[in-house]
């Protein structure tokens, strides 16, 4: 006779516990309607309005097919932004951070959570932009070109999610969405993502090499053969640097707390 037991390995209870945190992570922030709608639907809208409904071809400018890439970057952007930093901040001042700490579970499985929401909320966004770009917009691109989209798109995540997670740690929650708006959206505008940069003022276009969502614009566009022509790696390794800054200050942030409370 075999006898079973039920007790898990420790890689796999490890396993179960980021599983488990992850899927609550999704089914809470699918309950919040402030942080869905605006995800989920403010890029779809955008788009449709500026990339579809407008008169196309402006000297054989691909206006649709450009926007995909922009509206898309966009909507990664926004969704990493406020999904770590409004989401980390309301809860440090919930005091759910010190719990979570005092807990048994493993540190990074919180913020394993979050990240692993974040990208399924941004594959969830950009389907449906694919599918409106596919349909109402009439975008033709071979599935090769759609595939390499989505991904690049897809590791937007990481770099905002980290400046997300610094802003959380240095602003305080009733404070964040504002620093993450007053940061975001100029910098977005600037960047080329609602209005292609080619069509913005040369002083803009200077500025725009310095601001991290214009690299990441340009690498989505890269996919599409709709970018400036400006060597990729650049791009990446401006993302890379911002993204290792960010965690940098997000660090700063997390042992700070950790002094105020157990100092």
Known sequence: MILQTTAETPS??????????????????MRLPAYVVPSLAF??????????????????????????????????????????????????????????????????????AKLATILLFSLIMTSALFLLGATAGGVRMPAGTWLSLLGTLALGTIP????????????????????????????????GMWIPIQMLPPVIKKIALFLPPYHYAQLALHTLGMDRREPAHLHVAALAAFT?????????GYRRDDGRTFG
């Not at 980390?88 to 807990?103: D, H, I, N, P, Y």
């Not at 290792?244 to 700063?252: E, I």
């Open 160 to 191: 905002f999610a980290a400046f997300g997670l610094a802003v959380a740690y240095w602003a305080g929650p009733n404070s964040a969405v504002a620093v993450l708006n007053i940061l975001a959206l100029p910098s977005a505008f600037g960047s």
């Open 43 to 112: 890029p779809l809208v955008f788009y449709f309005m500026f990339g579809v409904a407008l008169p196309h071809g402006h000297g054989g400018f691909d206006i649709p097919t450009y926007m995909l890439a922009t509206y898309g970057a966009f909507g990664v952007m926004n969704v990493s932004l406020f999904g770590f930093g409004v989401g980390v901040a309301t809860e440090r001042g919930q005091g759910w951070m010190l719990f979570k700490r005092a807990s048994p579970m493993p540190p990074f499985a919180y913020f394993a």
């Open 244 to 252: 290792v800054l960010s965690l940098v200050l997000a660090w700063t």
């Open 12 to 29: 796999r209870s490890l396993w179960r516990i980021y599983a488990l945190e992850a899927k609550y992570e999704f089914l809470k922030q």
